[in-house]
């Protein structure tokens, strides 16, 4: 059973920082790449990062230069650091990996700028 398990969601003051983290259990994990997506009110799901298996990453243009997406292979763990935090980065965030054609979500994780 494929599971993800984010946390490290919270408020913080536009210009701050907040680092998530999502562990994985349910697969050999250092085989498939890993992707934060975020859903902010009224809006559609969006991608924010992906991480391939051998570390190469990809962001939205709304994060580059503000977000690290990275992986512990060890930990079954993939991060997103994000720094100088903007209201409009507001979201509940997922992580998620695919398996073929499944995809698999965790729970979310909650992340308010606000001052």
């Known amino acids: 059973q494929v599971q993800l398990v984010e946390s490290g969601g919270g408020l913080v003051q536009p210009g701050g920082s907040l680092r998530l983290s999502c562990v994985i259990s349910?697969?050999?994990?250092?085989?498939?790449?890993m992707d934060w997506y975020r859903q902010a009110p009224g809006k559609q799901r969006e991608l924010v990062a992906t991480?391939?298996?051998?570390?190469?990453?990809n962001y939205a243009d709304s994060v580059k230069g503000r977000f690290t997406i990275s992986r512990d292979n060890a930990k079954n763990t993939v991060y997103l650091q994000m720094n100088s935090l903007k209201p409009e980065d507001t979201a509940v965030y997922y992580c998620?990996?695919?398996?073929?054609?499944?995809?698999?979500w965790g729970q979310g994780t909650q992340v308010t700028v606000s001052s």
């Open positions: 991480i391939a298996r051998l570390g190469a990453t």
């Open positions: 998620n990996t695919k398996l073929g054609s499944t995809s698999y």
């Open positions: 349910g697969i050999r994990f250092s085989l498939y790449a």
